[in-house]
């Protein structure tokens, strides 16, 4: 014989998500432990035993308690369960059908929504199938508004994630916006510093450990009582080598937000999924940045590169730079025994006819330095001439580039405007009825999707406008170094971010010869798209190598 149901376990299980949040009080979590336990003591029920998930969606089915309450349906310790309505216990109808129609049944639990007047003991409701349906119906379209007001925000280029990334804060003043924060944003500029000064990640976590330095997920842990992350509260100081990683090529750290990296193809379904490239939006500057972008690019030319360091831990610092000149392909570096070489990729994975463009570090090391110590030495002691030289090189193309710019924005701009005022006019059309809310979806989608489309292309004009417009910044800063570095001795990372964009090396012109050298074309900062040929054995005046 069965055991009684009033020797076990009756669960008063409440529910509370956010949307149900701003449904008003008559939802909040007190409100449902106060019906609860009154109609559990009018009833007569005992051994009562509340299951509450605060903060949790009806459509999730991972939530805490919601979980241990089934555990101790199926172990045979639960024999009632009361909710206020049907929607606490599941906005999935699925999920709300089969625990109505076979969990509970199959444990003989009965279940109790006081306020749907469902009671498992009076025989099955005709209405609970279509209240489990509507409690989906309206799930979905939540669902589809809230997704509809953060695909606005994120077009408007408003953050649209939850998370605040580690080295940031609320600002205090407005907390739609983020500024850095005292305490993490120099650990980030450390983080950074020590990778482009040519330190692998590995090294930058045991760094960061030996000066026990809190792992984000044990820093937002001791700050906020946050979980996020898993902290390991036994090892505050462990820093992964994935969220390193991370950090280094997140793009909120040179002030920019990043929107729709990843999405989800259903509401009930929770895992997230890598979007297109082409359907992430970037606006850059939208906050103020931690790092400055030409670290950060540098940092992003070295991941590009091959990331893997060496034994003591330090990464190739050509990784990034070195290009073939022939087929485009990168070159990396092998390490010998004697002398390390580098070497065409293509080459070495025999995608290509292209050779092998052999050259070694040592030699390559002796050529840029040589090269540097002319360039710099000239910006250094003929600065206004250096400055003169360089800014007349591509004006032309400047201007065309910028008129060209200015004609494609009053376009893009009078189009947008148009499908805007489309939009309106489709949405009243709606509303009087004269397009049905099937056509209104499909016509607004596609004018919202071309609207989207031209928003990118803007973003691309301004990056293209703002290149030529920073041209003047990037000459007067190579002068700045070349003043602040009179002294060149050897090629460092740093050295390499100051003063040089790229290099490409050709093959030698006798192959496997011990005397002739590789030509190179050196790509240097102040000049973004003029590559300077220089050999091995000798470099031409200075004049020679910027032609006006």
């Not at 050259?359 to 710099?376: F, G, N, P, Q, Y």
């Not at 049905?436 to 293209?464: C, F, H, M, N, V």
């Not at 790509?523 to 003029?530: A, G, L, M, Q, W």
Request: aromatic letters at 10%; proline letters at 3%.
């Amino acid at each position: 014989m069965k055991e009684s149901n009033t020797n076990k376990i009756t669960a008063l299980y409440c529910r509370l998500s956010q949307e149900d949040l701003r449904a008003g009080e008559s939802l909040s979590i007190e409100n449902q432990r106060l019906m609860l336990k009154e109609y559990a003591d009018k009833n007569g029920f005992c051994n009562c035993q509340y299951y509450v998930d605060d903060g949790y969606s009806g459509v999730s089915n991972n939530r805490p308690d919601y979980v241990r309450m089934l555990n101790d349906i199926e172990n045979g310790l639960v024999g009632t369960v009361i909710v206020k309505d049907q929607s606490r216990l599941s906005r999935n109808y699925l999920e709300a059908g089969r625990l109505m129609d076979l969990v509970f049944p199959a444990h003989d639990v009965r279940f109790i929504a006081i306020t749907d007047a469902v009671d498992s003991a009076q025989g099955s409701s005709d209405w609970s199938g279509l209240t489990n349906y509507l409690n989906d119906f309206y799930a979905r379209d939540t669902s589809k508004k809230v997704r509809a007001v953060q695909r606005a925000k994120g077009e408007r280029g408003e953050r649209v994630g939850t998370t605040i990334a580690y080295g940031y804060m609320k600002d205090p003043n407005d907390p739609k916006q983020i500024v850095p924060d005292p305490e993490t944003a120099p650990v980030i500029k450390r983080i950074f510093e020590m990778y482009s000064s040519g330190m692998g990640i590995k090294r930058i976590c045991a760094a960061l450990e030996a000066d026990e330095v809190l792992s984000p997920s044990v820093y937002a842990f001791n700050k906020t009582g946050s979980r996020a992350g898993n902290p390991k509260l036994d090892k505050p100081y462990a820093w992964s080598i994935k969220t390193v990683r991370h950090m280094l090529s997140n793009r909120v750290y040179c002030g920019d937000t990043v929107n729709f990296k990843t999405y989800t193809k259903s509401y009930k379904l929770k895992k997230r999924i890598k979007n297109e490239p082409e359907n992430v939006l970037i606006f850059e500057n939208t906050h103020e940045a931690i790092i400055d972008r030409a670290t950060f690019d540098l940092v992003q030319k070295h991941f590009a590169g091959r990331k893997r360091a060496d034994k003591s831990g330090y990464m190739d610092k050509y990784a990034g730079y070195l290009y073939c000149a022939d087929c485009g392909a990168r070159l990396y570096l092998q390490r010998g025994k004697t002398h390390n070489v580098f070497r065409c990729s293509r080459y070495e994975s025999r995608k290509s006819d292209c050779t092998i463009h052999y050259i070694r570090e040592e030699l390559l090391d002796a050529i840029v330095l040589k090269s540097l110590k002319k360039v710099t030495a000239f910006a250094r002691e003929h600065s206004e001439e250096f400055y003169s030289i360089a800014m007349s090189y591509g004006e032309q193309k400047a201007r065309d580039t910028l008129k060209d710019a200015e004609n494609l924005r009053n376009e893009y701009e009078a189009r947008i405007a148009q499908l805007e005022n489309a939009i309106s006019t489709l949405y009243i059309d709606r509303v009087t009825g004269r397009v049905s809310p099937e056509r209104y979806d499909s016509l607004a989608a596609g004018y919202e999707k071309e609207q989207s489309e031209l928003k990118q292309k803007l973003q691309e004009l301004d990056s293209q406008v703002s290149y030529f417009a920073t041209r003047e910044k990037c000459i007067k800063d190579f002068i700045n170094n070349a003043e602040k570095n009179v002294e060149i001795s050897e090629v460092t990372p740093a050295i390499l971010r100051a003063f040089i964009r790229s290099i490409e090396v050709y093959e030698k012109a006798e192959k496997r010869s011990r005397t002739c050298t590789n030509h190179i074309n050196i790509h240097f900062t102040f000049s973004p798209d003029k590559a300077i040929r220089i050999d091995g054995t000798m470099l031409e005046a200075i004049r020679t190598l910027i032609p006006a």
